[in-house]
């Protein structure tokens, strides 16, 4: 597709389940982000890819949040034992390295029950 | 401390009037500030961009403007369209990364 695909749309995790959230980003692009928006706040950078090395990793909230991009296309952020605090939209973005070229997909909420 | 700040989280403005979102900064070393619009259960869009070294980009009804002195930015929409209404971003960053705002949500009335 043209644009940045995640999915699932919606997640619904019991306290203590681990979860995937998977993000196609736009073909080629090199560049890839991860974000968490949480209810009434903006979009709070978790971690950032370029190709399949994870540059940056300072946003990450706990040991129990994980993001990979093996191949340097598709990435998961994995989240393991999930509290309610978790709870919150994850959006993810690709860019060709350009400032002006951020493409958001339109996030995974997340709800921990 | 919020590095960048939307102090307003909501505006209400009439159709064919000026929409006006102020954003403030905390950090100069940024070269790049934007802003995204977002509408429900999509991801955020980019809008409109201005260099530090500018001090006002305008694209169509869209014009940014940037004070460096008062680390101040702001979005004028005129005149202002009912699907503009949504819920604005101002971002701050490089290519490896973006600051958000909270967030405004302008609501434009008939």
């Known amino acids: 597709g043209a644009g940045v695909s995640q999915s699932p749309r919606y997640k619904v995790a019991k306290r203590g389940q681990d979860v995937a959230l998977r993000c196609d980003p736009i073909s080629g692009h090199v560049s890839l982000f991860w974000y968490q928006q949480a209810l009434g706040q903006g979009p709070e950078f978790l971690t950032y890819?370029?190709?399949?090395?994870?540059?940056?990793k300072s946003g990450l909230p706990s040991d129990r949040f994980f993001a990979e991009r093996p191949e340097g296309s598709v990435s998961t952020l994995k989240i393991q034992r999930t509290q309610q605090e978790d709870s919150a939209v994850y959006l993810c973005a690709s860019s060709p390295s350009d400032i002006y070229g951020y493409t958001f997909g339109s996030g995974t909420r997340l709800t921990v029950v | 401390d919020q590095q960048v700040k939307q102090n307003s989280p909501s505006l209400s403005v009439q159709e064919g009037r000026i929409s006006i979102l102020n954003c403030d900064y905390t950090?100069?070393?940024?070269?790049?500030f934007l802003w995204y619009k977002k509408y429900p259960a999509e991801g955020p869009t980019f809008l409109i961009s201005i260099s530090s070294i500018k001090d006002k980009n305008e694209d169509g009804r869209f014009t940014v403007f940037l004070n460096k002195s008062a680390k101040h930015l702001s979005l004028h929409i005129v005149p202002s369209q009912p699907g503009d209404s949504a819920v604005y971003f101002c971002?701050?960053?490089?290519?490896?990364?973006?600051?958000f705002g909270k967030g405004t949500h302008l609501i434009i009335q008939p």
């Open positions: 950090n100069s070393m940024f070269d790049y």
């Open positions: 971002a701050e960053g490089g290519a490896d990364g973006l600051t």
């Open positions: 890819f370029q190709n399949e090395a994870q540059l940056d």
